[in-house]
C-alpha cells in the first residue's frame, strides 16, 4: 500500500521534475534530484512494516483501529502532497497538506508506541524526512513567489 502511494505520486513528478521543478529557484539544502527516489523507496518500506506491526495485532482492539485511522491520514496526505506540488504547481497549498502530514505522523508515532514500539520508531526516519521536505518546500515557496 505505501509503496503504491509512492508510485501514484511518481505519476505527478517524473514529468514536471525536468520541465517545471528544474526551473524554480531553490534553496542552498536542496539535495541533487536523484536522492528522492531511493530515499522515498526506503522510507515507504519502512513506513508499510511499521503498519503492518500494528496491523497484525488485530484490528478489533479500538487502540489498534484508531491507530491505523491515523496511518491512513497521514498516508492520505502524503499521497496527495505531490499531485498539488508537482501536478499542480502549488507550493503553498503543498506547504500546509505538508504541515498536516507532520501533525498526524507525529499522532500516528504516538499512537503506535503505545501497541508496538518498534513500529513507532520505525516512522522516525520519515517524520525527519517530511519535516526536511516541508523546510524544502516552505523555502521554494519563499523563492519563487
Known amino acids: 500500500m ?3 502511494v509512492g508510485g501514484f505520486g511518481t505519476i505527478f513528478s517524473i514529468s514536471s521534475i ?3 521543478y528544474t526551473s524554480l529557484h531553490k534553496p542552498f539544502f536542496n539535495p ?3 536522492i528522492f527516489g531511493p530515499v522515498w523507496t526506503i522510507l515507504y518500506v ?3 512494516i511499521s503498519f503492518y506491526l500494528i496491523w497484525k495485532k488485530g484490528i478489533k482492539s479500538i487502540k ?3 491507530a491505523i485511522n491515523l496511518f491512513v491520514i497521514q498516508l492520505g496526505l502524503n499521497a496527495i502532497w505531490t499531485p498539488v506540488f508537482f501536478g499542480m504547481h502549488n507550493p503553498p497549498w503543498a506547504f500546509v497538506i505538508i504541515l498536516l502530514m507532520i501533525y498526524f505522523s507525529v499522532l500516528t508515532i504516538i499512537s503506535f508506541k503505545k ?3 518498534l513500529a513507532a520508531y520505525l516512522l522516525y526516519p520519515y517524520l525527519i524526512w517530511i519535516i526536511f521536505a516541508a523546510a524544502l518546500n516552505f523555502s521554494i ?3 519563487n513567489k
Open 2 to 4: 505505501c509503496l503504491l
Open 18 to 20: 525536468p520541465t517545471w
Open 32 to 34: 541533487p534530484n536523484w
Open 46 to 48: 519502512l513506513i508499510g
Open 64 to 66: 489498534v483501529r484508531s
Open 115 to 117: 501497541i508496538n514500539k
Open 141 to 143: 515557496w519563499l523563492l
